[in-house]
């Protein structure tokens, strides 16, 4: 594979993604259309020369013959060796390419010395996913330098359920807040969904940690919460607890689906109810139910204006657990937030749309840029 006199046509996968995000969130202007994409184009001698003088690091480009190929990866070795031909023949850069177009679109497409430029300096940004693991969307960091840091609130998904435990808000964020110091973590990125966006507030605005940036995605946040099932299992806990078996699983599915828009498929909603089985996982779900309080929230409100972080607020327009006026009442508060809908989905965004919850997450400003994730509370 000989490139050292012909170029090699690169992008970073960080623009991929950029790019299909893109596609996503403008999926009404793209439709079926096609987008050739490439950030730069470098021969072999180039490609080493640049890495080199970026980084400080001696580096030579060394072609690999055919036949050292072959012995690697024989079933496929063909195929490269025709791929490479098919570079030194034609310049895609020049003749295939619109980086005109490319860099329109995206101001930020980055050339082989700009990202290698980049990873040198900001090496691995600290991600915080704050909240339960989620059971079935893998949605994890979307950018390569991020290192991702996981946080199972205690009494939920996959940590320790028994009597005794203090499952508050206050607590949570109590453990959160002494969790970012063990890890040495002063200003994390931080995504939070559901009630993690009451952790993450809570402990940026009372435990006085402090985060990159911040993204809330149909999160409680403050005011009347307490309401519906959640109001009923405070006033009721003990008629809760007595339920049997077939009736807590009946209620906490319909629950879990009542999160959702678009439906849940089978083994997914399975996923979903398998912390909250049996005796242990019955007698958990409503301990924590019964420990969550509108006070903890209310307590920091008169601080959400004092924030100046980026923050970012993402919502399903037909959220039914925390219906749309929420991400209103929030961004009233933090008029310098960004507020992006999501049309056609529900309080389980990472369910309902994980594509356009993503696009978001990985496009844009300095939310997008450093944010990964927060999953949902255990449902």
Known sequence: ???????????????????????????????ARDLAVIGDSLSGDEIAATFARVTGVPSTYLPMPHAELHAV???????????????????????????????????????????????????????????????????????????????????????????????????????????????????????????????????????KRSYRDLTLFDAVSGGEWER?????????????????????????????????HVGLRPEVLDAHLAPWRGADGQAAFYRQYSQIRQADTAAYERLLGTMTLPVRIIWGREDRILPPEYAEWLHARVPHAELHWIDGAGHLLQEDAPGRLTAHLVQGGAPGRDACRVDPRGN
């Open 228 to 260: 519906g099932l959640f109001q009923l299992i405070l006033e009721h806990a003990d008629v809760f607890h007595q339920l049997l078996d077939y009736a807590h699983e009946a209620l906490v599915a319909s629950h879990i689906r009542h999160a959702t």
């Open 73 to 207: 990866v024989p079933e496929f070795s063909h195929d490269y060796a025709a791929m490479f031909q098919f570079f030194a023949d034609r310049d895609v850069y020049t003749q295939d390419r619109d980086i005109n177009l490319l860099r329109r679109l995206h101001p930020g497409l980055m050339t082989f010395e700009g990202l290698a430029a980049a990873h040198r300096l900001e090496g691995m940004r600290p991600t915080v996913l704050l909240g339960i693991r989620h059971p079935a969307t893998g949605l994890g960091c979307p950018r390569p330098n991020r290192r991702v840091y996981v946080f199972d609130h205690l009494g939920f998904g996959q940590s320790d359920q028994r009597e005794g435990q203090d499952l508050s808000l206050t607590a949570h964020a109590g453990n959160f807040a002494r969790l970012l110091d063990h890890w040495e973590l002063p200003r994390p990125s931080v995504v939070a969904h559901d009630i993690g966006g009451a952790v993450a507030l809570r402990t940026l605005l009372l435990e």
């Open 1 to 31: 594979m000989r490139i050292r006199q012909h170029r090699l046509p690169l992008v970073a996968l960080d623009d991929i993604a950029w790019f299909a995000c893109h596609m996503f969130v403008h999926w009404q202007s793209w439709g």
